[in-house]
């Protein structure tokens, strides 16, 4: 394939423990993909030289782009500078002028370079320096009879950053791009997309479908090799029948949220938003304030978790309560109504329910009503979520912000 | 090293795109340390038939034990059984047993087997075939001098399913086990846990010692080569003696997490507690509530995101935040006190500050103030947290979790 074929390598003991996940591959694939290389491989290797070196020439041999992250830093852990050293039988020489750079860090900080930091300074001889803004490991790119062998930092923020300004311009030109795209699809169980959509899955090729599920969304990935520079007909056509068979349920692409569309919805409208959470204990909120610039259109809310927050912060008639229930349709509407009242916005939302692991008089976990109110609209959805307590919680909070945002987009006057 | 090392190799094209993981691996982990066998690499591929074998042939070759997961299914891109054949130079034979079994579970459904999915009855020659009471695949088990290769599902209920029943038993015996534990320490930078630990650190082998940085806390993870059915020595030395080093910094172990601890701490004292938060938005409420009982002692709490909530809802006098500004101990003091006031908690606890990327009239972003109040005890303590938007506030509520656990712990009255 023209462009090459590319191999990931994420270097370091702690990655084969049960408890770490290697999180710098997505963005790689990513990355490597818009630039027309797919990846053929992915492994994960330790500290141990034998066994990276082993991994190191496996890689070499059999993809044209290898990026190897981790194991730069200054311990006697940090062995990957040695080990491509020794598969491409080169010498390591010390580099002056990264030396300087790692003794001005600790200068700046007051403080004197410990001696096993010196090691940093070690480049495989021929190899070019890719400088590290956000940290002390300088990366490395060697190439090699027709490959590229570069080593990044492990710490996402530091490989990322080095990635963008420096490794990009060096991969092979193919000419080619993966376009990508995902759509998101809010308030119908996986099965129902696949069935609605079968049709057009049947007939993608030669672009790559996947459907995937999360809770309380499903995805379709989207991937079609394209010219550079050119657009993705193939993923646009695809697009609009989705679009067209789905409606209102596509509520986003690639890396939107609903809280971001939530949010820029109430900005364009000048509207604001308040929250009244009781089984979601501050996750809508949560969500809606991760978005910079939430100040504009979130005034903020009330967590009514135990029942006497309901009534007292919620303002949720006490007789309301004893009617129906805690996890009931009109206490629901009853804390989205109190919300917007106590802080005088255009929306109030809210949750209440049952997350589990124990029933409640209402229902078994999973039983929940979410509800938005405005001026002069009420509406709740009554649901039963699957899932476990943190499932059921995230589900829920999901299930709201899609209310919220389908009455705004639908044109609700508040 | 007796019992040998592993290798798992996650077989999919699906699973080399950005999104996503391979979540078999940790289970794999797991169990197989706990029978003392360590893996020491991890590979994932797609479905191309070169690809396969080629990776396939690579763990034979450096690994006693090759754990394959994926590419059993029906269709034409499942090609492990395949690449297996081909690797160890085996013939494919049909199963009639697992014909037949395959044949009923269509029938039992009322249906006839498509004539596809007769390639899930093929076995190379020699293998032992593993049940899978959960689906159609049956996983095989392969022996090749001296190595083991197993071919499972990746669907992880039957792989999970199939290992515990099945592939457990065929492991070679160590009478070993790793035994491993998490440290947890909260309030201390890596480097300054990385300092004060490091005579530990030096002196810690058998045993091996990784440290790993999460937002608002660092973490030592153990693991120890013992016996089977023993204890772990090396490790509770370790614990010991950080543990005396530490203090109070260390505050759990393994999977505890600040919230539950500080929920088990509140329950046994016959406490509660109430939030007020502007910076985290709802993120220190929400992982309170996230314990299963929480509503035992989690009374509710307020998100103060506009300054109205916070003078209203807050309780705040205007005039504190005219004199301090929003960010400020005295404001984070006032929010904390109001909390537990306005819903008549034991304790209060707040976050303000800025989370970014804007910085704001009484510092940049990352100036944070979180406080917790009692009835005769108000602390804050003043941050400069490093990171973006979202580590900044999850740093935040890191930070105000831990305040609360110290008070609680340091013996404070309310």
Same mark, same amino acid.
């Given at each position: 394939?023209?462009?090459?074929?590319?191999?990931?390598?994420?270097?370091?003991?702690?990655?084969?423990?049960?408890?770490?996940?290697?999180?710098?591959?997505?963005?790689?694939?990513?990355?490597?993909?818009?630039?027309?290389?797919?990846?053929?491989?992915?492994?994960?290797?330790?500290?141990?030289?034998?066994?990276?070196?082993?991994?190191?020439?496996?890689?070499?041999?059999?993809?044209?782009?290898?990026?190897?992250?981790?194991?730069?830093?200054?311990?006697?852990?940090?062995?990957? /500078?040695?080990?491509?050293?020794?598969?491409?039988?080169?010498?390591?020489?010390?580099?002056?002028?990264?030396?300087?750079?790692?003794?001005?860090?600790?200068?700046?900080?007051?403080?004197?370079?410990?001696?096993?930091?010196? /090691?940093?300074?070690?480049?495989?001889?021929?190899?070019?320096?890719?400088?590290?803004?956000?940290?002390?490991?300088?990366?490395?790119?060697?190439?090699?009879?027709?490959?590229?062998?570069?080593?990044?930092?492990?710490?996402?923020?530091?490989?990322?950053?080095?990635?963008?300004?420096?490794?990009?311009?060096?991969?092979?030109?193919?000419?080619?791009?993966?376009?990508?795209?995902?759509?998101?699809?809010?308030?119908?169980?996986?099965?129902?997309?696949?069935?609605?959509?079968?049709?057009?899955?049947?007939?993608?090729?030669?672009?790559?479908?996947?459907?995937?599920?999360?809770?309380?969304?499903?995805?379709?990935?989207?991937?079609?090799?394209?010219?550079?520079?050119?657009?993705?007909?193939?993923?646009?056509?695809?697009?609009?029948?989705?679009?067209?068979?789905?409606?209102?349920?596509?509520?986003?692409?690639?890396?939107?949220?609903?809280?971001?569309?939530?949010?820029?919805?109430?900005?364009?409208?000048?509207?604001?938003?308040?929250?009244?959470?009781?089984?979601?204990?501050?996750?809508?909120?949560?969500?809606?304030?991760?978005?910079?610039?939430?100040?504009?259109?979130?005034?903020?809310?009330?967590?009514?978790?135990?029942?006497?927050?309901?009534?007292?912060?919620?303002?949720?008639?006490?007789?309301?309560?004893?009617?129906?229930?805690?996890?009931?349709?009109?206490?629901?509407?009853?804390?989205?109504?109190?919300?917007?009242?106590?802080?005088?916005?255009?929306?109030?939302?809210?949750?209440?329910?049952?997350?589990?692991?124990?029933?409640?008089?209402?229902?078994?976990?999973?039983?929940?009503?979410?509800?938005?109110?405005?001026?002069?609209?009420?509406?709740?959805?009554?649901? /039963?979520?699957?899932?476990?307590?943190?499932?059921?919680?995230? /589900?829920?909070?999901?299930?709201?912000?899609?209310?919220?945002?389908?009455?705004?987009?639908?044109?609700?006057?508040?």
């Amino acid at each position: 394939m023209s462009g090459g074929s590319a191999e990931l390598v994420a270097i370091g003991s702690e990655l084969l423990g049960p408890a770490r996940a290697d999180t710098n591959g997505s963005f790689l694939t990513r990355r490597l993909g818009e630039a027309g290389i797919a990846v053929r491989f992915r492994t994960i290797v330790g500290d141990t030289p034998a066994d990276l070196e082993d991994v190191l020439r496996n890689a070499l041999r059999r993809s044209q782009v290898v990026i190897a992250t981790g194991g730069l830093g200054p311990t006697i852990d940090d062995l990957t /500078r040695e080990a491509a050293a020794a598969v491409l039988d080169l010498p390591l020489d010390e580099d002056p002028s990264i030396l300087r750079d790692l003794e001005d860090r600790y200068r700046k900080r007051g403080l004197v370079m410990p001696p096993q930091n010196r /090691r940093q300074a070690q480049v495989p001889r021929g190899a070019e320096v890719i400088p590290n803004p956000h940290g002390s490991a300088p990366g490395l790119a060697l190439r090699h009879v027709g490959r590229l062998l570069v080593l990044l930092p492990g710490v996402p923020l530091e490989m990322r950053t080095m990635f963008d300004a420096s490794v990009g311009p060096m991969l092979p030109a193919s000419g080619m791009r993966f376009a990508t795209r995902i759509l998101k699809i809010a308030a119908l169980t996986e099965s129902e997309v696949d069935h609605r959509l079968d049709p057009v899955a049947r007939s993608a090729a030669p672009v790559e479908w996947t459907i995937l599920a999360a809770p309380g969304q499903v995805e379709i990935h989207l991937r079609e090799r394209v010219p550079d520079g050119g657009g993705s007909p193939g993923i646009d056509r695809i697009d609009r029948q989705c679009a067209a068979i789905l409606g209102d349920h596509l509520f986003g692409r690639d890396e939107e949220t609903l809280e971001e569309i939530v949010g820029g919805r109430l900005l364009a409208r000048k509207e604001s938003v308040a929250t009244a959470e009781s089984l979601t204990g501050g996750l809508i909120a949560a969500r809606l304030s991760s978005i910079a610039g939430a100040s504009g259109w979130l005034a903020g809310g009330m967590v009514c978790y135990g029942e006497a927050a309901k009534t007292g912060l919620g303002g949720v008639a006490a007789d309301l309560i004893a009617a129906h229930g805690a996890v009931s349709a009109p206490v629901a509407e009853a804390l989205a109504a109190g919300a917007r009242a106590t802080l005088r916005t255009t929306w109030g939302v809210s949750a209440t329910g049952y997350a589990g692991p124990d029933s409640g008089p209402e229902g078994p976990p999973g039983t929940v009503f979410v509800a938005i109110a405005g001026t002069s609209v009420r509406r709740h959805a009554a649901l /039963r979520l699957p899932g476990d307590r943190a499932a059921i919680r995230k /589900r829920a909070a999901q299930s709201a912000l899609d209310l919220l945002r389908r009455a705004i987009l639908g044109g609700d006057r508040a």
